[in-house]
């Protein structure tokens, strides 16, 4: 606290990100990054962009980009909205969106972000809980809402939801914006980019930082029809019109245009979640079903914090959260086979 800050400041309870530590030899299992290197034609684009041209100021509508994604999805450019990581997407819709008369609804255990924004933005949230088995149960947000956001999957817990229940929470809030934060929909959800075209309350957030192994070069994006992606503009030509650089929009445009990297990369990930999922039941844990690049796993006869802090001294990072529903869980991110089968050794060292 200091004289100097805002009321506004004073009261924010900002997000902590996973940590990024810088010890070798580490199996890095808590921030749902991807194991493997991004496409080689990303990586190309990327040195291409890295030249005499960063002199100038970089497209600050990122055409090209909107482009190649609305290609990707069958929608058109204008139902695109790009944005510096899908963290910042998330927050103009809160910004754009989210009306003040009625709370906005979110899953009580969910990504953490949410309340932060909410707070930023001055929002009354109302949490909804999550069923016994850790799911969202749509039937929950029958309520008086200003908007809703939820995540599918949802995260930590990784469970997605069907289609056709995203599709009939939309349909019955015609007049409330509904969020679908769909960081981790490529590993297995089903994405409601195909509902956009029926409804006028959708948006959809995706990331190239997950099933695109982009998480560095910070882009993500939103598809919804013209009135909602124009509410985005407007915040983003009010806070900075030019959130994507060169480099950002060359890479993302070519990695979303190879599909064969795509498919073939989140198969191995598709893969490998079932061989831990399978290791870790083995050995006594209860794993959620996820349609994630992570598990959530807890052991009858070891805390979360204690088992995530045993793994740290065998050099394996997993996350924990202290909320105390979820206390006794880790969060582990899919690695490759080779990091997983480490991950299972300092297990066995430890259980
Ligand atoms: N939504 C969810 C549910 C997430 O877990 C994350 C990653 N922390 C994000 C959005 C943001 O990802 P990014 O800003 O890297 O696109």
Redo the contacts with the bound molecule.
């Keep these: 606290m200091s004289k100097f800050w805002s009321p506004i400041v004073s009261t924010l309870k900002p997000y902590v990100p996973g940590e990024q530590p810088r010890m070798a030899n580490l199996v890095k299992l808590n921030t749902?990054e991807s194991p493997y290197p991004p496409s080689e034609k990303a990586i190309e684009a990327i040195r291409a962009a890295a030249g005499a041209d960063l002199r100038l100021y970089p497209d600050p509508v990122a055409l090209g980009l909107r482009e190649a994604i609305a290609a990707r999805y069958g929608v058109s450019a204008g139902e695109v909205f790009v944005g510096n990581?899908?963290?910042e997407v998330?927050a103009h819709a809160f910004a754009a969106l989210l009306k003040h008369d009625d709370p906005l609804l979110y899953p009580d255990i969910s990504?953490s972000f949410y309340p932060t924004y909410a707070g930023l933005f001055g929002i009354d949230a109302v949490e909804v809980p999550l069923d016994a088995a850790f799911r969202i149960g749509i039937a929950d947000y029958r309520r008086p809402a200003g908007a809703i956001i939820l995540?599918n999957p949802n995260?930590p817990t990784g469970i997605g939801l069907p289609l056709a229940e995203i599709e009939a929470l939309v349909a019955r809030h015609p007049d409330q914006p509904v969020v679908i934060?769909e960081?981790y929909i490529d590993f297995g959800g089903e994405s409601a980019t195909a509902l956009v075209p029926k409804y006028d309350n959708l948006l959809v957030v995706q990331?190239f930082?997950k099933s695109r192994a982009l998480?560095g070069l910070?882009v993500?994006f939103a598809i919804g029809q013209r009135p909602l992606i124009e509410a985005l503009e407007r915040v983003k030509d009010s806070f900075n019109s030019y959130p994507l650089g060169r480099a950002a929009q060359a890479g993302a445009t070519a990695a979303i245009k190879d599909e064969a990297w795509f498919e073939a990369t989140r198969g191995k990930i598709i893969a490998s979640r079932a061989r831990l999922t399978a290791e870790l039941e083995r050995r006594g844990f209860e794993v959620l079903p996820s349609q994630a690049n992570f598990v959530f796993a807890r052991h009858p006869g070891h805390a979360g914090q204690t088992l995530a802090a045993r793994l740290r001294e065998h050099a394996v990072i997993v996350r924990h959260f202290a909320k105390p529903r979820i206390a006794d869980f880790m969060r582990i991110t899919i690695g490759t086979d080779e990091e997983c089968g480490r991950l299972i050794a300092a297990l066995d060292a430890i259980l």
């Design positions: 749902n990581g899908s963290d998330l990504y995540p995260a934060d960081a990331t930082s998480a910070r993500g």
